[in-house]
């Protein structure tokens, strides 16, 4: 029997479950606490500023901190009486994990980063998640959240956390509810049942997102409460209560984490092992079987701090402060004789005039304009755009990367021009292109240059020529930005002509 097997059955052992033959736990001494943010997800119904490579969570519509830096933050003062382990453990994607870290220690955050080689959606990720707090030897009460809601009311959110961590140490898996301000088709619903103490209820059963007027129905009958997707668990209890439920799901996670290994500031589960692992949310793969399984005990409690996911356009002008109109905006927007619209500007100036309910995004690269009450539509028209193959989907015209940005400024038959950002200590790969040759101009900071056999420095104003099959690479030295105009010139220009022959970042093939 491997290690992390004994771990997760010793800490299962320790579960109460709601039905009969429940245990007290041993020791009077309450369990830590240890954070987990989910920092997975696409977020296409906030596009165009959310795409597929720099999704809403690493995006700051609403403040400016973005969503996933809110939500760390959030994390200070947690415990209450109880000891809050200080390093979150965050879940992300491979193609997140750059920033996602390099936001998280812009924040001040240090964190354990579990890097996802796939999306397997919220199941897998928990249980990655609970192997990793469990590897210390010690149970303790995870705090699962995602990474893209917006709580403004901190205090009432941590209340509502110590609550759910009494009954989630005595065996429970309790989820945060969210009475209801309005009937809303973009949030499922959880069914109350039997009240417990105070204020929480024993979970009934959830439903998923219902149409309109089911959703009104539910509202009005005072007997549903908005699912807020955090949940408050042991870790032992919910590996047991996974193995129990989804035994294939259970053991491909423990022996994806088994295999895996540590790179850096990174945790990677065995790659094949993960991929092969069934894609299921927390919501499917275990609290929908609480009302069938009675050994399962479910508990929600109210969380009244003023939550919204941001799951649409319409619910970021909900979070945002209104003028005398009803309007909300963020960036350069005029508004006249306009009334309860939302307007986005990364750039460009825009001017609402005598329209009601409408959302205007502009991106350098895209607009959108939706009615108010469509904007849950939105998603499939961003299908519908990856369908067709357009970049708009995945990427901005500005492009994150490890060592900074570059921004496609112009492009035309055989030339790109390119604006690219290294930032400090920032290094680029080793490489070479086989369809195209690179004109070099510095226009701020230093730049050092290797090509070919040579290495040099760039000064402000200085240039250089790369050709066509040579190595090459640029770092910045400095302790400042390195800002250059690239222009390149050949018959492909391509993001996937690199040839990588060494890279800071673990990015060779």
């Not at 390093?87 to 890097?115: K, N, Y």
């Not at 059963?205 to 005072?222: C, D, H, N, R, W």
């Not at 003028?323 to 963020?330: C, I, L, T």
Request: hydrophobic share 40%; glycine share 10%; proline share 4%.
């Amino acid at each position: 029997m491997s290690t992390t097997t004994q771990m997760v059955e010793a800490a299962g052992d320790a579960q109460i479950a709601g039905g009969a033959g429940g245990r007290t736990p041993v020791s009077a001494i309450k369990l830590k606490l240890a954070s987990v943010v989910l920092a997975g997800g696409s977020g296409t119904r906030l596009w165009p500023v959310s795409r597929k490579h720099y999704p809403k969570q690493l995006i700051d519509v609403v403040g400016s901190d973005s969503l996933l830096q809110a939500t760390a933050r959030r994390l200070a003062g947690l415990g209450g009486e109880r000891e809050l382990d200080a390093t979150p453990i965050i879940v992300c994607g491979e193609e997140h994990r750059f920033l996602t870290s390099q936001q998280l220690g812009e924040a001040g955050i240090d964190a354990r980063i579990i890097v996802e080689p796939a999306g397997r959606n919220t199941a897998p990720a928990l249980a990655l998640a609970a192997l990793e707090a469990l590897s210390s030897g010690d149970d303790s009460i995870l705090v699962v959240m995602p990474a893209d809601h917006v709580i403004p009311d901190t205090a009432a959110f941590h209340r509502a956390i110590q609550d759910a961590a009494e009954f989630a140490e005595q065996g429970a898996i309790v989820t945060l509810g969210v009475p209801p301000a309005r009937a809303d088709t973009g949030f499922g619903y959880i069914k109350l049942g039997a009240p417990l103490g105070e204020a929480a209820r024993q979970i009934e059963t959830f439903v998923e997102k219902p149409a309109a007027e089911l959703a009104a129905q539910y509202v009005a009958s005072g007997e549903y409460w908005w699912n807020s997707g955090i949940f408050v668990v042991r870790a032992g209890v919910w590996l047991a209560t996974l193995a129990r439920l989804q035994p294939a799901m259970h053991a491909a996670c423990v022996a994806a984490y088994e295999q895996g290994h540590t790179d850096g500031a990174y945790f990677h589960p065995h790659n094949a092992t993960f991929v092969a692992t069934q894609a299921d949310s927390i919501d499917y793969a275990v609290m929908e079987h609480l009302a069938r399984d009675e050994s399962i005990k479910g508990v929600v409690v109210p969380l009244e701090a003023g939550w919204s996911d941001l799951g649409s356009w319409d619910a970021v002008w909900d979070a945002l402060d209104k003028d005398g109109d009803g309007n909300a905006a963020r960036g350069r927007v005029m508004f006249e004789g306009a009334t309860s619209c939302y307007a986005h500007s990364e750039g460009r100036l825009v001017a609402c005039v005598g329209v009601t309910n409408l959302v205007v995004v502009e991106t350098p690269d895209a607009v959108l304009v939706v009615d108010r009450s469509h904007v849950q539509d939105v998603k499939g028209l961003v299908g519908r755009i990856a369908g067709q193959h357009a970049p708009e989907a995945d990427t901005h015209r500005k492009v994150q990367r490890p060592w900074g940005c570059y921004d496609s400024i112009d492009h035309g038959e055989r030339f790109q021009v390119k604006r690219i950002v290294v930032r400090a200590g920032g290094c680029l790969s080793l490489q070479l292109h086989h369809h195209r040759a690179e004109h070099w101009i510095v226009v701020r900071g230093t730049a050092r240059v290797t090509r070919g056999e040579e290495q040099f420095l760039l000064s402000e104003n200085e240039s250089t020529y790369i050709p066509l099959g040579v190595k090459h690479r640029l770092e910045n030295p400095g302790k400042l930005p390195l800002e250059i105009i690239e222009v390149q010139s050949g018959a492909y220009l391509g993001e996937d002509d690199i040839v990588r022959f060494a890279d800071t970042y673990g990015r060779c093939s």
